[in-house]
C-alpha cells in the first residue's frame, strides 16, 4: 500500500523550496547590480588609468620632439619623431598617434603614424579647443564615424585620449592625440576578483540561514500538531459533552415526565369514575401534552448524541444522521458510495462535517429538503451537503464566527491539518453547499 505523503512535510519542502527559489532570484538580482556597478566604477578607474599612462609617455616620449621645425613639415623632425613613436610608443593597445596644430576651429594634422594623413585639415570639435585653451587631459570613446577618423575604422571600438602639450622653443600649443584599443581598459576592469567574493559572501549567508530555516519550520510543524491536537480535543470534549446531557436528560426529566403521564392517565381514569368528565378532559390534554414533549425531548436527545462511528461504521452513523433529520422534519436524500478502504480520521472528518452541516440545516437553513452524498475518488473521500434553505450572503458568514458557522471553522482547521479542503457556498435564497474532501489514508 502506497504511503500518503505527510501534509507537514510537504508544506515544510515548499516553504524552504520557496526560500532558496526567492533567495536564488534576489541573489541574482543583487549580484548583477553589484557587478554593474563595479563594473562601471573600474571601466571608468580604468579609463582614467589609460588616459594618465598615455598622457606621461606623450609627455615623456613625444613632448620633447615637438619642434617648430615639426610644424613646418621638416622632414629630419618628422622622422625623428616618427622612429620614437614607432619604436617606443605604439603597442598592441596604443594603435594611433596624432599631433594637431590648432588654427581657431580649423585643425591641421602636423604628424601621424599614418602618414596620409598628415597637412589634412578638420574641424576641431569643442572638446579638442577645450583641452588646448585648459590645458587637461581628456578621454573618451571615439566617433570611428568622423573624418579624420577614416583610418581607424579597421577598429570596432577606441578610446581617444587628448593632451594640451607645446612646441620648442616658441612654445605654440599642439594637441596630442592617441588611440587606444579597448582591450587596454578590459584588461584593467576584470571583476574576476571580485565575483568569487560576491557569489561566496551569498552562498555563505544561505550555509548559514538553513538551519535557522530548518529550524523556524519544525517550531511551525510542531506548533500546526498542538493546534490541531487542541481541535482534537474541543471537538472530543464537545462530544463526551453531548454525552453526558443525553444521559442526564434521558435517566432523569424524560423519565420523570414519562412517569408524570401514566399518573395523569391514571388520573383522568379517576376522575371518569367520580363523574367530573370536564376534569378527565383536562388532565387527558394535559398527559397528551407531557407525551408530546417527551416524543420532542427524545429527538434532541438523538440529535445531540454523537453517532455510532466506531462500533457500526460511516454507513451505519450517516443513515442515524438521516434518521435524525427526516425526524426535524426534513426531506433527506441520502447517497453514500464509501470507499472500501478508509482510515478512521477519514471517516471521522466525513461524519462531524455531515453532522455539523446537518445541525446547521436544522437550526437555521429553514429549508424543506437535503441532500447528503458520500463518496471516493483518486485515494479521497468526498462530501457534499446540499441544502434548499435560505442561505446567506459571504459577508453575513464573518459574523457568525462565534455562533453558526464556528464548528465548521474548526473542521476546515482539521480537514487542511489532515491534507483536506472543507468549502462553503451559499448565497441568500439560493441554498448552502459544504464539500469535504480529505485524503483515504
Keep these: 500500500m502506497r504511503k500518503a505523503r505527510d501534509p507537514e512535510q510537504t508544506v515544510t519542502a515548499r516553504t524552504i523550496g520557496a526560500f532558496f527559489a526567492a533567495g536564488v532570484v534576489a541573489m541574482i538580482a543583487v549580484v548583477f547590480g553589484v557587478v554593474t556597478l563595479v563594473r562601471h566604477d573600474i571601466r571608468d578607474g580604468a579609463v582614467r588609468g589609460a588616459r594618465d599612462v598615455t598622457v606621461v609617455t606623450g609627455r615623456i616620449a613625444i613632448a620633447p620632439l615637438l619642434t617648430d621645425k615639426l610644424l613646418d613639415g621638416d622632414p ?66 571615439s566617433d570611428l564615424r568622423e573624418a579624420e577618423n577614416v583610418s581607424e575604422r579597421q577598429y570596432v571600438h577606441l578610446l581617444q585620449v587628448y593632451d594640451a602639450l607645446r612646441t620648442t622653443p616658441k612654445g605654440t600649443p599642439v594637441l596630442f592625440e592617441a588611440y587606444l584599443t579597448t582591450k587596454a581598459i578590459q584588461n584593467n576592469s576584470s571583476l574576476t576578483s ?67 403521564t401514566y399518573s395523569l392517565a391514571a388520573a383522568a381514569d379517576e376522575a371518569d369514575r367520580a363523574n367530573i368528565p370536564n376534569v378527565a378532559a383536562s388532565v ?8 408530546q414533549a417527551v416524543r420532542g425531548l427524545r429527538n434532541t436527545i438523538v440529535a445531540i448524541t454523537p453517532p455510532r462511528l466506531h462500533d457500526e461504521g460511516l454507513l451505519t452513523a450517516l443513515d442515524d444522521l438521516a434518521s435524525t433529520a427526516r425526524a426535524a422534519g426534513l426531506e433527506v436524500t441520502l447517497e453514500v458510495d464509501p470507499p472500501r478502504i478508509s482510515s478512521p480520521k477519514a471517516d471521522e472528518l466525513v461524519l462531524r462535517a455531515a453532522q455539523e452541516a446537518i445541525r446547521n440545516v436544522v437550526a437555521h437553513a429553514r429549508a424543506r429538503h437535503v441532500t447528503l452524498r458520500v463518496d471516493a475518488r483518486n485515494d479521497r473521500v468526498n462530501l457534499v451537503v446540499i441544502d434548499d434553505g435560505r442561505g446567506f450572503a459571504p459577508a453575513a458568514q464573518a459574523s457568525h464566527k462565534g455562533d453558526i458557522h464556528l464548528g465548521l471553522q474548526l473542521l476546515s482547521e482539521l480537514a487542511r491539518d489532515a491534507g483536506g479542503e472543507l468549502r462553503v457556498t451559499s448565497a441568500p435564497g439560493a441554498g448552502t453547499e459544504v464539500a469535504l474532501e480529505v485524503p483515504t489514508q
Design 76 to 141: 629630419d623632425a618628422l622622422g625623428k619623431l616618427d622612429k620614437v613613436v614607432r619604436e617606443q610608443v605604439l603597442s598592441d593597445t596604443l594603435v594611433r598617434v596624432k599631433v594637431w596644430k590648432a588654427d581657431g576651429r580649423d585643425g591641421r594634422i602636423v604628424y601621424s603614424d599614418d602618414r596620409q594623413m598628415i597637412g589634412r585639415h578638420f574641424v576641431l570639435s569643442d572638446e579638442d579647443l577645450d583641452v588646448l585653451k585648459s590645458g587637461r587631459s581628456s578621454a573618451g570613446v
Design 194 to 260: 571580485i565575483a568569487p567574493a560576491v557569489v561566496g559572501g551569498f552562498l555563505l549567508l544561505f550555509v548559514l540561514e538553513v538551519p535557522l530555516l530548518w529550524g523556524l519550520a519544525r517550531r511551525v510543524r510542531r506548533a500546526r500538531g498542538d493546534r490541531a491536537l487542541m481541535l482534537e480535543r474541543m471537538l472530543r470534549i464537545g462530544e463526551a459533552e453531548r454525552r453526558r446531557i443525553a444521559a442526564d436528560l434521558h435517566d432523569g426529566i424524560v423519565q420523570q415526565v414519562a412517569g408524570s
Design 284 to 291: 387527558r390534554t394535559a398527559a397528551s401534552d407531557l407525551r
